[in-house]
């Protein structure tokens, strides 16, 4: 027999939030795709009444559709969120990952930085032993310093070029209204010094790997199992 990947990764993550979802008095954060979609049905009834937020315009209609109201900023400070859910696009071994194939990096960066548990759901076609062997990087770009941005990539000898928008002509941009590029790397032997090479670029607002992110990885097999991996998580707010 076998499965949808995405399917399986949701039925470990429910086993993984459900009692957390549950006792939670605090913020839950919802991420962004289509693994993420299939978790949602199941834990729909435990969000009602809790105090949602969304890393994109697309999950908050998705949640709105079902009855669950999202709040559109944290509603009390420091806003630390007490589990943040999201998909990834490319997870390497040691937990680190490239996200935004959804174009809602941003957000949802801010959301897993500001999140005491982060919860990542990934069929097991997303895991690489290398990062950008899959996928490209995208970086959110301020409009106005997109050509100043990839020239500068280009210097570098770095491939990349505006995603192009379903539904309209031009680049993608982003619900926090900047430009998505997606650089094609090729493997990344080093993401922690690429990803300090595209910030250190004026005019990158934040790029797609997320190093240190991870608390627990929930991976859907073909084989209708999942596994739950734990990470030591580094990256996270002061406040937390
Ligand atoms: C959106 C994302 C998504 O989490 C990522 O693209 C995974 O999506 P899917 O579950 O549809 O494969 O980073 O910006």
């Not at 834990?43 to 949640?63: D, F, I, M, N």
């Not at 943040?84 to 390497?92: H, K, R, T």
């Not at 590029?181 to 790997?209: C, F, H, N, Q």
Request: one cysteine or more.
């Amino acid at each position: 027999m076998s499965c949808d990947t995405k399917d399986a990764a949701a039925e470990g993550a429910l086993s993984l939030v459900r009692d957390l979802i549950k006792s939670s008095g605090g913020l839950i954060g919802i991420g962004t795709g289509s693994t993420v979609a299939r978790l949602l049905p199941k834990v729909v009834e435990l969000l009602k009444g809790k105090r949602v937020l969304s890393s994109s315009l697309s999950t908050a209609s998705l949640l709105a559709s079902m009855g669950i109201d999202v709040i559109s900023y944290p509603a009390s400070y420091p806003p630390v969120i007490e589990v943040y859910i999201d998909g990834a696009d490319e997870v390497s071994p040691d937990g680190n990952m490239i996200k935004g194939g959804g174009g809602a990096l941003l957000g949802e960066k801010i959301l897993a930085y500001s999140s005491e548990l982060n919860v990542f759901v990934v069929g097991e076609e997303k895991l690489s032993d290398l990062l950008g062997t899959r996928r490209p990087v995208p970086i959110e770009v301020v409009p106005e310093s997109y050509p100043y941005v990839l020239s500068s990539l280009k210097a570098l000898r770095l491939n990349a070029s505006a995603r192009q928008s379903n539904g309209k002509m031009g680049p993608t941009v982003s619900d926090w209204r900047g430009i998505i590029v997606d650089v094609y790397t090729g493997p990344i032997k080093d993401p922690r010094s690429l990803e300090a090479t595209l910030r250190s670029i004026p005019g990158v607002v934040e790029t797609g790997l997320f190093i240190g992110y991870a608390d627990y990885i929930v991976v859907g097999r073909r084989a209708c199992s999942y596994d739950i991996l734990s990470f030591r998580r580094s990256a996270k707010a002061p406040y937390i």
